[in-house]
């Protein structure tokens, strides 16, 4: 079978201590799979060891592949291509010396669109997240928005990149009612549009099982490092096999 993404035995470790311990899954074209779990159980760190952002000093293994063809996780940091990430924090992913504008413009260009095109794009992708003063946060530097504004600007920016793939680190915990509503559908979106020419994909990391089971219908759940149960998200909502994800369910239906 054909899979967008495909990760075997993914092992992130730092000074021989494993974070992340022989993690494997697959994602299918226009398929957006949750990724759930504790707060320090590793989902943050499979989302960077696969858009080649770990920190120094750690060190990712195992097998991936991007729409059939494989990478070597341990040169992700130079080749990071074929997924587009947005990370809990969005100053990392922003340069604050440059207009939004242009950083939104940077991959929309690299994907052949004149400059025109690129900034009536860039302009669409922001109302998508919620913006309805586009051109206000074009002229912008990031210094000058919000938490929640700057998160809904990374989520444009890591769409405007037409990946194969989207890894998605909790992006809607700062953000209020309705821009967390806007953004589910701009990345609903993302996995039913042909940006890419072929239907797109996403792992969605979340604590909110609301959240996750708006967007996917299949999930992950992480303790400790491991996938400790997996399914679709309704069976693991009826039956939940692991202790964590019993507490979960149940913190959800509180
Ligand atoms: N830069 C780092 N240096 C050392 N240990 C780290 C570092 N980043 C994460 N860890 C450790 O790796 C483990 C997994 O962290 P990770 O950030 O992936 O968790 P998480 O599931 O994403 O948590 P959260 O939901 O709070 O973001 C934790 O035990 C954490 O302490």
């Known amino acids: 079978m054909h899979h967008a993404l495909l990760v075997h035995e993914l092992s992130v470790s730092l000074r021989g201590r494993a974070l992340v311990d022989k993690v494997s899954f697959t994602i299918a074209p226009g398929e957006s799979l949750a990724l759930l779990g504790a707060s320090g159980s590793g989902k943050s760190l499979t989302a960077a060891a696969l858009a080649g952002h770990l920190p120094a000093g ?102 405007a990149c037409r990946s194969r793939v989207l890894v998605a680190d909790e992006p809607t915990t700062a953000l209020d009612v309705l821009s967390q509503s806007a953004v589910l559908d701009a990345l609903a979106g993302f996995t039913g549009s042909s940006a890419t020419g072929s239907s797109s994909a996403m792992l969605f990391i979340t604590h909110d099982l609301a959240v996750a089971s708006a967007l996917c219908t299949r999930a992950l759940v992480m303790k400790s490092g491991r996938i400790v149960d997996e399914g679709s998200v309704e069976s693991l909502m009826r039956h939940p096999r692991h202790d964590y994800t019993k507490r979960l369910v149940e913190a959800a239906q509180a």
């Open 58 to 159: 750690m060190h990712a293994t195992g097998r991936l592949e991007i729409d059939g063809n494989e990478t070597d996780l341990g040169e992700r940091r130079i080749t990071g291509t074929g997924i587009a990430a947005i990370h809990q924090d969005p100053l990392k992913a922003l340069n604050p010396l440059v207009r939004l504008g242009k950083q939104l413009g940077i991959p929309l260009r690299s994907a052949g669109l004149t400059p025109r095109e690129a900034r009536s794009e860039a302009a669409r992708l922001l109302l998508s997240v919620g913006f309805q003063d586009g051109g206000r946060i074009l002229s912008s530097f990031s210094g000058e928005l919000s938490g929640g504004q700057l998160q809904r600007v990374c989520i444009a920016l890591a769409l």
